[in-house]
């Protein structure tokens, strides 16, 4: 029997970059929360590995399977499993590649996910983890797909207090924007950690306090790619929206709405006046 899974967007609802490693990677602080937009991965029982990619950004990702983090996560689970890594599997590419909401990451953990159940495999959680980590920093938080603190290079996962319900809006204008280039592009001075252990019981509560936070990659991304900052203005003057920031790394930006009508409205104008952007309207998972 095959197998489904969400692979949702994940959000970093604020980032600080407390440090850097001598490596040169650098640390971070950063409240993460997954949306119900997202890619989905399918996986179904074959003699040999197999990986198809359809949905609107499939053709983003035509190049070598050995690179795709699907790939790559069935291939490493087969290896830790001891057993051939047989699978049809296929990508439904929603969400905008390079574009600092996780797809890749939030892919590979889906497939793990997928594949686990698909060969009734039981992996120990330390393990599904350790093979998270290998794919990348932000695999292992895509694992459970909860709202979650980062710290480290993103590899340090804790819980994080419940949210409350919250319609989101999430806009990109359609230029790719890798990781790597908007760390060098950072000039600004570290931030301080800003965890708080309240559960916020409303939208507006939760705008409070991610108000006072803020995504220490944002001016940084804006230099690379200019659009960023007529995506942050076209959200913050929606009907509505209670914040407005950029997704991560970029390009993606996102606004929070208290109603889901609000957003989905919000949506509808935003495509109007901007055709060529990417946006999409949803919620933040619980």
């Not at 301080?192 to 991304?221: C, H, I, M, Q, W």
Request: glycine residues 8%.
């Amino acid at each position: 029997m095959s197998q489904r899974e969400a692979a949702p967007a994940k959000l970093n609802l604020y980032l600080h970059v407390v440090g850097r490693r001598p490596d040169g990677y650098h640390l971070l602080d950063s409240l993460v929360a997954f949306a119900d937009i997202g890619d989905a991965i399918a996986a179904a029982p074959a003699d040999t590995l197999s990986l198809a990619i359809e949905g609107p950004f499939a053709a983003a990702l035509d190049g070598p399977r050995g690179e795709n983090l699907v790939w790559r996560a069935a291939s490493e689970l087969a290896r830790h499993l001891g057993r051939a890594p047989g699978a049809a599997l296929t990508l439904t590419k929603n969400l905008p590649v390079a574009s600092g909401i996780g797809g890749g990451s939030s892919d590979a953990a889906a497939a793990l996910r997928a594949l686990t159940a698909l060969w009734q495999a039981h992996p120990e959680a330390s393990a599904l983890a350790t093979i998270a980590a290998r794919l990348g920093a932000d695999v292992p938080v895509c694992l459970d797909a909860r709202t979650a603190w980062l710290g480290g290079i993103g590899d340090r996962v804790e819980p994080a207090p419940v949210l409350p319900p919250v319609a989101i809006v999430l806009a990109n204008p359609g230029t790719p924007l890798p990781t790597a280039a908007v760390f060098k592009r950072r000039r600004a001075p570290f931030s301080p950690p800003a965890r708080f252990a309240e559960a916020p019981r409303s939208p507006v509560r939760l705008v409070e306090l991610l108000a006072v936070r803020r995504n220490d990659l944002t001016a940084a991304a804006i230099a690379l790619v200019p659009a960023i900052g007529n995506v942050l203005a076209a959200l913050e003057a929606a009907n509505g929206a209670l914040l407005a920031r950029m997704c991560g790394s970029g390009a993606t930006c996102f606004a929070l709405f208290a109603a889901a009508d609000q957003a989905a409205a919000a949506a509808d104008r935003l495509r109007a006046a901007h055709p060529r952007w990417w946006v999409a309207a949803g919620r933040l998972l619980a």
